[in-house]
């Protein structure tokens, strides 16, 4: 073997030595470190609602450490017997679940419709919805209360479910056509050739194909309505409201109720949770296949 034949390895640079260094267990641990920072609050709130109010009032959640005797589940028995509260809850799933159902089944059907369907001025319709991404909620508060007002759906869980989906369809039409765009022609083509209409093609091959796009939609549109307040405020029931709006109520008219503010906040920020982890898998995997296409 010649010297010109000797393969001369590269010198590493100090950035890369570090981080080939850091792919063990050090880094695993430091990753677990900032993800119990991130649920510190979290878990502050917990133990906050489960200790007596006049405890809340005289020190920090973190004293239940040493002195463990004073958590208990009686605030979360005045939570339940706190009618304007459970029923905030029935009414933000009432509100949640329908508005999360109909941006993911008629974004899907129409981002398919502009991805792989030809039919007039189609490029100039996505065009339409792409610029309908910028317009803030709050430039159609006003137009859209006259218009419910009118037809006799303001202030009811209807006209609350209708506002988020038409706001949460834009994005819902934009990032699902930009997914389903992606999807091999061929196979479209394979599947029309064995007699697949579109209604078959888009139930069989494209939905199982977008799942990951779909559930990260789901999560995002879910945790949107789920979390929140102006919308719920202005066109909600006043005498049903959602959770959001049913605890700012409670600090309003009852600025020291602890007992009911702090399992109510709690069950209010835990639920998303729970939906998210338990769709992280999929959500993980639209996020990775967006960012591969």
């Not at 996505?126 to 006799?152: C, D, H, N, S, T």
């Not at 994005?171 to 056509?177: E, G, P, W």
Request: no cysteine.
């Amino acid at each position: 073997m010649t010297s010109a034949d000797t393969v001369v390895p590269a010198k590493q640079s100090l950035a890369a030595r570090i981080a080939a260094r850091a792919g063990g267990g050090a880094l695993q641990v430091f990753l677990v470190l900032i993800g119990l920072f991130w649920l510190m609050p979290t878990i502050g709130l917990l133990l906050s609602s489960l200790r007596d109010p006049s405890e809340v009032a005289v020190s920090g959640w973190w004293k239940v450490f040493t002195d463990p005797g004073q958590l208990s589940f009686g605030a979360y028995d005045d939570l339940l017997s706190n009618q304007q509260i459970t029923d905030s809850l029935w009414t933000t799933l009432a509100i949640t679940v329908p508005a999360t159902v109909l941006v993911v089944v008629l974004g899907a059907l129409a981002g398919y419709a502009f991805a792989w369907m030809d039919f007039p001025g189609r490029d100039w319709w996505f065009l339409v919805v792409v610029g309908l991404l910028v317009v803030p909620v709050q430039v159609a508060l006003i137009p859209v209360a006259k218009l419910f007002g009118e037809i006799g759906i303001f202030q009811t869980t209807t006209g609350v479910v209708l506002f988020h989906t038409a706001f949460g369809l834009p994005f819902a039409i934009f990032l699902l056509r930009n997914f389903f765009a992606e999807i091999p022609r061929e196979l479209l083509e394979a599947a029309r050739l064995d007699g697949a209409g579109e209604l078959r093609l888009f139930v069989r091959v494209v939905m199982p194909l977008g799942g990951p796009a779909i559930a990260s939609l789901g999560i995002f549109q879910f945790l949107w309505v789920w979390n929140d307040m102006l919308v719920a405020l202005i066109f909600a029931d006043s005498g049903n409201p959602p959770i959001t709006v049913a605890l700012q109520q409670q600090v309003r008219q009852f600025g020291n109720n602890i007992d009911i503010l702090g399992p109510g906040a709690f069950i209010s920020m835990v639920i998303p949770l729970a939906v998210f982890f338990a769709f992280q898998r999929q959500f993980v995997a639209g996020v990775m296949a967006g960012a591969v296409k």
